[in-house]
């Protein structure tokens, strides 16, 4: 983030901060295209970046990105890296995706016995099902987090009609043909850059 100290006016504390968003950008994108990498993906504040060992050195890239700002790696260990929720096997030059829990993982979530209003339970079953659906988990990592979604619902007290209902749910909503998912609606932000009122 960058913070345009001083008394400009917002329209120049705007122009500054694209500048120098743009400025960052291309540094990075020339350190990434220097050092040959393979695969860049960035959220927020945390980076994957796929590399070839045998062309580029790791420590050389962590060093260049160090210049501007302070940075943290983490290597590949026991053909697997952690990113985000997800952890990513290497498996003969393929990746898979598996949902990654931290080791202090807890599984609560709203008490189905809880005074909160249903729509505030029933959200957190939505979104831990609709993950399955939209990570591109393998088969085994699919039938492993539909297990781990049940004693979820399960410890935090959900009857287990609910849990068979979300289950239902989610098979449903995976067997829809990919035409019709293809169709569902999709939302996106955009800033806006006009006057301001």
């Not at 501007?68 to 929720?85: A, P, S, V």
Request: charged share 25%; with cysteine.
């Amino acid at each position: 983030m960058c913070y345009i100290i001083g008394d400009f006016p917002t329209i120049y504390r705007r122009k500054l901060h694209c500048w120098y968003t743009s400025l960052l950008v291309r540094f990075i994108v020339g350190t990434l295209l220097n050092n040959k990498i393979l695969g860049y993906v960035r959220y927020v504040d945390d980076t994957l970046i796929a590399y070839d060992q045998s062309i580029t050195d790791a420590s050389s890239v962590l060093k260049e990105f160090n210049q501007i700002h302070q940075n943290t790696m983490e290597l590949e260990e026991y053909k697997k890296i952690n990113f985000l929720d997800l952890t990513i096997p290497r498996n003969n030059e393929t990746l898979e995706f598996n949902i990654f829990r931290k080791p202090t993982y807890v599984d609560k979530i709203i008490p189905y016995n809880s005074c909160h209003p249903a729509e505030h339970k029933y959200a957190t079953v939505r979104y831990l099902t609709k993950r399955i659906n939209t990570y591109h988990l393998g088969p085994a990592a699919r039938e492993d987090e539909m297990i781990s979604i049940q004693n979820i619902l399960h410890s935090n007290g959900f009857p287990l009609h609910h849990i068979d209902k979300s289950m239902a749910k989610y098979k449903h909503s995976k067997s829809k043909p990919a035409h019709s998912r293809e169709n569902d609606k999709k939302w996106i932000a955009f800033t806006f850059f006009g006057k301001e009122t």
